[in-house]
């Protein structure tokens, strides 16, 4: 079968560093995709992982380990416009898998 | 940002009525995709399309038909809207990568179906 699971909700405080986890199961994995959406908003890109390992794209970070079937997305220095949902999708050769998005709520 | 546009943005119609929702694209991209969007089940593919004339099923094709006579239009129709097609719809375009590329989104149509 094929599955992503992500926490609903999260919450973290202006200025700290938040985790996004994100665990998957499909065939034909070729690589993790995040992307961020602010409410009403549409999704955007954020990154793409098709390797092992950290990626970094100024405050924000993501991981992959393949053999895990395991990605997080890394938050630093939380500003108040990262209050948003964030979206783990697995791309297969022919689509890709959205989970159902992380809100991510910042108190100031 | 990339260049897609979706129209309408909102629409409010009654269940029996035909609704067609249109992507526009000028990045001439070859795959384009419908998804939509409901609370607790995240973005779900509809259709989507590799070409001219190139169109496939996703998950949840039941109830919608799609058409791509150009390279930057993409039509998304309901037969007979119900009210459990009441949802946000996002179209989306990507590269040669095909599904495997970034999908760059457009800014989603709001549909209610009383």
């Known amino acids: 079968g094929q599955n992503i699971d992500q926490p609903t909700e999260m919450t973290a405080t202006e200025g700290a560093i938040v985790q996004i986890n994100c665990t998957y199961q499909?065939?034909?994995?070729?690589?993790l995709f995040w992307y961020q959406q602010h409410a009403g908003e549409a999704p955007t890109f954020l990154s793409y992982?098709?390797?092992?390992g950290l990626e970094e794209k100024g405050r924000f970070s993501s991981f992959l380990s393949r053999s895990k079937g395991y990605s997080y997305l890394l938050l630093k220095e939380l500003q108040m416009k990262d209050s948003a949902s964030y979206l783990c999708?697995?791309?297969?050769?022919?689509?890709?898998?959205f989970g159902k998005g992380t809100r991510l709520h910042i108190l100031p | 940002d990339a260049g897609i546009t979706q129209s309408p943005r909102h629409k409010v119609t009654e269940t029996g009525t035909p609704v067609t929702l249109r992507c526009h694209q000028t990045?001439?991209?070859?795959?384009m995709y419908w998804y939509r969007q409901d609370p607790g089940h995240g973005l779900r593919l509809i259709h989507y399309?590799?070409?001219?004339?190139?169109?496939d099923k996703g998950e949840v094709s039941d109830g919608y038909s799609v058409s791509r006579s150009k390279t930057e239009d993409f039509l998304l129709t309901l037969e007979s809207a119900t009210s459990s097609q009441t949802s946000v719809y996002f179209c989306?375009?990507?590269?040669?990568?095909?599904?495997?590329?970034?999908?760059?989104f457009g800014p989603g149509t709001r549909l209610t179906v009383l």
């Open positions: 989306a375009i990507s590269g040669e990568g095909g599904p495997t590329d970034t999908q760059y």
């Open positions: 499909t065939s034909g994995f070729n690589g």
């Open positions: 992982n098709v390797l092992d």
């Open positions: 999708a697995a791309a297969r050769d022919d689509k890709i898998i």
């Open positions: 990045e001439n991209h070859r795959y």
């Open positions: 399309s590799y070409g001219v004339k190139d169109t």
